[in-house]
């Protein structure tokens, strides 16, 4: 299990775990995915493999004052949120956004398309989350899907992580939809 | 806000978030993202960006803010968003919502959120699942 403190810092949009980054920055780089697939792949086969495969379990150490700082750059106002003093202090609801896993993908997992974008989040809060609370956040492959347009076939990739607190309780799921083109 | 005071189709107060780049920077420093594309407009204009660029989850943030300004003390349930365009840091975006169900039993409204930026172009969609008093 690593570090909590060292890893507060594995943010989705700067970090680099695999070269991926977030806003519309390449994603290519470094991975732990596998070889390129030759051919036109076959994304049933890659979700009927992939899709809840579970490969990622990393520590976060939620700090009080980035969670106020966090909510005042967001222009909050709701004093839960910026009031350290409040009964019922907590973080932002979408403050679990920012950690990110060690590994984007799993090991072996087959590079479908390339570049790599950032194509959105979605945040579920289950419970409040606490100044020093140390979080776990566990990774899967959440689904794999593709979306054909204008600019043609677009492959979505949907890391899950599902964090929860000292007690085991769920806190907050996290997908990240990871926008790839299918063109070679 | 309670539950009873609202009506699908109701809109909320429209907001204009600061995205300057003291705050950016702020976000940054909270999240531990501090890297050029979202810190220095030149760097980031290098990268091929319009300049300097709003993280997303920091936008994600924004629309949250706004539904607390619309309704103290409610719980946001879900926040679903997508990033279709960077916002550019140190512009004048602007945040809009509506409310498109409402479910009596569990006192929760779905809200459609977007931010506009200074074009009037929609930069980031989302949708919320609220929980009112």
């Given at each position: 299990?690593?570090?909590?403190?060292?890893?507060?810092?594995?943010?989705?949009?700067?970090?680099?775990?695999?070269?991926?980054?977030?806003?519309?920055?390449?994603?290519?780089?470094?991975?732990?995915?596998?070889?390129?697939a030759e051919g036109p792949v076959d994304i049933d086969a890659v979700k009927r493999d992939w899709?809840?495969?579970?490969?990622?379990?990393?520590?976060?150490?939620?700090?009080?004052?980035?969670?106020?700082?966090?909510?005042?750059?967001?222009?909050?106002?709701?004093?839960?949120?910026?009031?350290?003093?409040?009964?019922?202090?907590?973080?932002?609801?979408?403050?679990?956004?920012?950690?990110?896993?060690?590994?984007?993908?799993?090991?072996?997992?087959p590079?479908l398309g390339?570049?790599?974008?950032?194509?959105?989040?979605?945040?579920?809060?289950?419970?409040?989350?606490?100044?020093?609370?140390?979080?776990?956040?566990?990774?899967?492959?959440?689904?794999i899907y593709t979306?054909?347009?204008?600019?043609?076939?677009?492959i979505?990739?949907?890391?899950?992580?599902?964090?929860?607190?000292?007690?085991?309780?769920?806190?907050?799921?996290?997908?990240?939809?990871?926008?790839?083109?299918a063109?070679? | 806000?309670?539950?009873?005071?609202?009506?699908?189709?109701?809109?909320?107060?429209?907001?204009?978030?600061?995205?300057?780049?003291?705050?950016?920077?702020?976000?940054?420093?909270?999240?531990?993202?501090?890297?050029?594309?979202?810190?220095?407009?030149?760097?980031?204009?290098?990268?091929?960006?319009?300049?300097?660029?709003?993280?997303?989850?920091?936008?994600?943030?924004?629309?949250?803010?706004?539904?607390?300004?619309?309704?103290?003390?409610?719980?946001?349930?879900?926040?679903?968003?997508?990033?279709?365009?960077?916002?550019?840091?140190?512009?004048?975006?602007?945040?809009?919502?509506?409310?498109?169900?409402?479910?009596?039993?569990?006192?929760?409204?779905?809200?459609?959120?977007?931010?506009?930026?200074?074009?009037?172009?929609?930069?980031?969609?989302?949708?919320?699942?609220?929980?009112?008093?």
């Open positions: 299990m690593a570090n909590a403190e060292s890893n507060v810092d594995n943010n989705v949009e700067g970090q680099n775990v695999e070269g991926q980054n977030a806003d519309g920055q390449n994603a290519e780089g470094p991975s732990a995915e596998g070889p390129s899709v809840g495969h579970k490969f990622d379990s990393t520590q976060f150490r939620v700090h009080g004052d980035r969670m106020l700082a966090w909510a005042e750059a967001c222009g909050e106002t709701d004093p839960r949120f910026t009031d350290a003093d409040h009964p019922d202090f907590q973080a932002h609801p979408t403050y679990t956004a920012q950690f990110g896993a060690k590994q984007l993908f799993p090991k072996g997992f590079k390339r570049g790599g974008f950032d194509a959105g989040k979605a945040v579920e809060v289950h419970q409040p989350v606490h100044a020093g609370e140390t979080l776990t956040g566990e990774s899967e492959i959440h689904d979306k054909t347009g204008r600019s043609g076939t677009m979505f990739i949907v890391h899950r992580m599902t964090f929860s607190n000292e007690a085991g309780e769920p806190v907050s799921t996290v997908d990240w939809r990871i926008m790839r083109s063109k070679d | 806000m309670r539950y009873e005071d609202v009506e699908l189709g109701d809109d909320l107060p429209e907001t204009e978030p600061d995205v300057s780049m003291a705050r950016v920077l702020q976000f940054c420093g909270s999240a531990k993202m501090n890297f050029p594309r979202f810190n220095d407009h030149e760097a980031a204009r290098k990268e091929g960006l319009p300049g300097a660029i709003v993280p997303g989850i920091m936008s994600q943030g924004l629309l949250a803010s706004m539904i607390h300004h619309w309704a103290p003390g409610a719980r946001i349930v879900k926040l679903d968003t997508v990033f279709r365009t960077p916002i550019v840091v140190d512009t004048h975006p602007r945040c809009v919502g509506a409310i498109t169900d409402t479910d009596d039993e569990q006192r929760r409204v779905e809200v459609d959120l977007t931010i506009m930026n200074d074009a009037g172009n929609t930069s980031v969609l989302g949708t919320a699942l609220v929980e009112l008093d």
